[in-house]
């Protein structure tokens, strides 16, 4: 991964609204309007490739901030933000209100190279911030400054900006103005600030999810053994791994139940009634389900139920069930290979 590449990986994507207090700058000598930027800004492709002032830049393309017109490649230079500084910020803000959080017209958290207060080929994309306003910035064009701005952590106060010039035209292209100082000036750091409290709130949503499961196997052959004690024919075997999942919003989520039926079982033309077959369910895992009271061999109902789950919202999502299943063949039942059809069904309550 190429330098460029890692700088863009190491941004965060996350957008707070907020307001608070506002600091100011005084005034420096360079080729942008006040409030000065803190450094020289220049523009570049992901290519690595200048962008110059007659360049024209899609809303949504990758253009990297860097405090030289040369020498890109070496990325050896940073941006720096004043010692107070917490946060950077990539912002776009109309010309002159820079230094105001609450006038910004969209922004995007930044991080600084680990261990600094400094900045690294930030991507200013406008398209990769947020704010309400940044649909009609796109829409209906104008002048806007585009940049880094350092705060305190929750961008209420701003110690500095470091910014250029752009003009956007309507639907989102833009063209910028390198900031670039006057030979032998230096800026003014940013004077520190106070911070404020910011509420937020956010509308959460929820995935729809959905209600399934899984029975691992198809067929399972029962082990056939006489009962010594009853002299009868006992198959046994058990169906394990089955799996409900109920990953529904929490508004959808009622519950479930899940049925069982059963065929009767037949070798050519003999056939063992249905109600010679036991079964037994029990939960492996899953805190909101429940297992079916056992049907007994010789006794069992079918249709009936398997297992049933809670409504609400459950420590675990996943029930786990399996099912000991025990058929007793009547006295005087012929020897021969008996199939039968169990069918599991699974409903919303």
Do not use: C
Not at 58 to 83: I, M, R
Not at 204 to 216: D, N, S, W
């Amino acid at each position: 991964m190429s330098k460029v590449k890692a700088a863009l990986a190491a941004a965060v994507a996350l957008t707070l609204l907020s307001g608070g207090a506002v600091s100011s700058a005084s005034a420096a000598d360079t080729t942008t309007s006040a409030p000065p930027s803190l450094e020289a800004m220049y523009l570049w492709n992901s290519d690595e490739t200048l962008l110059t002032s007659s360049s024209t830049i899609g809303w949504g393309q990758q253009v990297l901030g860097y405090p030289k017109n040369t020498d890109f490649t070496n990325y050896d230079a940073y941006f720096t933000a004043p010692s107070q500084a917490a946060q950077p910020y990539v912002f776009l803000a109309p010309r002159g209100d820079e230094l105001d959080p609450q006038k910004w017209i969209s922004k995007a958290i930044n991080g600084f190279a680990p261990g600094t207060k400094k900045v690294l080929t930030p991507n200013l994309a406008p398209e990769n911030t947020a704010g309400v306003n940044l649909a009609s910035a796109k829409a209906n064009g104008g002048t806007f400054s585009l940049g880094l701005a350092f705060t305190d952590q929750n961008a209420a106060v701003v110690y500095g900006v470091t910014f250029v010039h752009i003009t956007v035209q309507p639907g989102g292209s833009y063209t910028y103005e390198p900031t670039t100082f006057v030979t032998g000036t230096t800026p003014t750091p940013a004077p520190t600030g106070s911070s404020t409290d910011v509420g937020i709130s956010a509308d959460v949503q929820e995935a729809a999810g959905a209600l399934t499961f899984k029975v691992p196997t198809t067929s399972i052959a029962l082990t056939t053994a006489i009962n010594a004690a009853t002299q009868l024919s006992e198959s046994t075997g058990t169906i394990s791994g089955i799996r409900v999942d109920d990953t529904r919003r929490t508004v959808d989520r009622k519950g479930w139940s899940l049925t069982q039926s059963v065929t009767d079982f037949t070798s050519g033309s003999n056939v063992i009634d249905k109600k010679n077959l036991g079964v037994a369910v029990s939960k492996v895992s899953g805190s909101a389900a429940s297992a079916a009271v056992a049907q007994a061999a010789g006794s069992a109902v079918f249709p009936s139920p398997f297992a049933t789950g809670d409504a609400g919202v459950p420590a675990q999502p996943t029930t786990e069930l399996k099912a000991d299943l025990k058929l007793v063949a009547p006295a005087g039942t012929p020897a021969g290979t008996y199939t039968s059809k169990m069918t599991l069904t699974l409903v919303s309550k």
